[in-house]
């Protein structure tokens, strides 16, 4: 898919608060219809943010490429269907008891958020969605 964004969105995701963040990555993967991430072989990465493990994840490819320098320059970017990371990369972060870093930013972390958080928010938008269409 295309991206969609604009270079003062690009200005201005790097002083969003993470409730902002949170906001957007929503709204952009809705647009879009997929989560990005960083991958090593078949699996997502992740890593350590104060001794808690994140998945981090981006609403664009080219958002997560930007980040694939320094230690993280051997990784491929990936888009997956919402569907898929909902019910397949989601749980799986549940189980292992993973944070999901939403965007993170080049001064620390992204915003973090519970993957069952994140799941209650992208199930509802979906539910909310389906309503829309049938009225």
């Known amino acids: 898919m295309s991206t969609l964004y604009t270079e003062d969105e690009m200005t201005a995701i790097l002083t ?24 090593q072989g078949p699996h997502w990465i992740t890593r350590e943010i104060k001794e808690q493990h994140t998945l981090p994840v981006w609403p664009f490819k080219s958002f997560a490429a930007m980040t694939a320098i320094d230690e993280w320059q051997h990784l491929k970017p990936v888009a997956e269907s919402i569907e898929f990371f909902m019910y397949r990369i989601l749980n799986k972060q549940i189980e292992q008891g993973v944070m ?21 928010y992208l199930e509802d938008m979906r539910d909310s969605s389906e309503c829309m269409v049938g009225d």
């Open 16 to 39: 969003m608060t993470d409730e902002d963040l949170l906001e957007y990555f929503l709204f952009r993967i809705a647009e879009m219809d997929e989560v990005c991430g960083l991958k």
């Open 100 to 120: 999901i870093e939403i965007m993170p930013r080049k001064t620390g972390a992204g915003c973090l958020i519970s993957p069952q958080r994140l799941l209650n």
